[in-house]
C-alpha cells in the first residue's frame, strides 16, 4: 500500500498564505501523479493541482496564479504553495497519488488537512 503524510494546514486571514507537504511512502510501488484536492462542507471533492513525475502541472482555474504545486521526486513529495488566499479556500485538502506495480494501479488517498481563510 502506499501511504501519504499530508502537513501545513491551518488558519490564515485573507490574503496569507500556507504551505502543504505531502510525502508519499510507495513500499514496492512506483508513484505517478501526485495531486492536491479539496473539499468544503457541503460540496463535493475537486482537483485543485496535478503534477506529474516529469513536472506537468494543471490547476483548477479557481486557483491559477495563486497556487504553485511542486514535486521533489527523489522524496516522493509535493508541495503546495497557496498565496492570496481567499475564504472560498476554505477546504480540507487531501494529497492523492497514483502508485502502480506491474499491472496493478490505484489512487491513494491522505488524511486530509484542513484550511481555514477567515474574512
Known amino acids: 500500500q502506499v501511504q501519504l503524510v499530508e502537513s501545513g494546514g491551518g488558519l490564515v486571514q485573507t490574503g496569507g498564505s500556507l504551505r502543504l507537504s505531502c510525502a508519499a511512502s510507495?513500499?514496492?510501488?512506483?508513484?505517478?501523479?501526485m495531486g492536491w484536492y479539496r473539499q468544503a462542507p457541503g460540496k463535493q471533492r475537486e482537483a485543485v493541482a496535478t503534477?506529474?513525475?516529469?513536472?506537468?502541472?494543471n490547476y483548477a482555474d479557481s486557483v491559477k496564479g495563486r497556487f504553485t504545486i511542486s514535486r521533489d521526486n527523489a522524496k516522493n513529495t509535493i508541495y503546495l504553495q497557496m498565496n492570496s488566499l481567499k475564504p472560498e479556500d476554505t477546504a480540507v485538502y487531501f494529497c492523492s497519488a497514483y502508485a502502480y506495480r506491474a499491472s496493478l494501479a490505484f489512487q491513494s488517498w491522505g488524511q486530509g488537512t484542513h484550511v481555514t481563510v477567515s474574512s
Open positions: 510507495g513500499g514496492t510501488f512506483s508513484i505517478d501523479t
Open positions: 503534477v506529474t513525475t516529469s513536472g506537468f502541472t
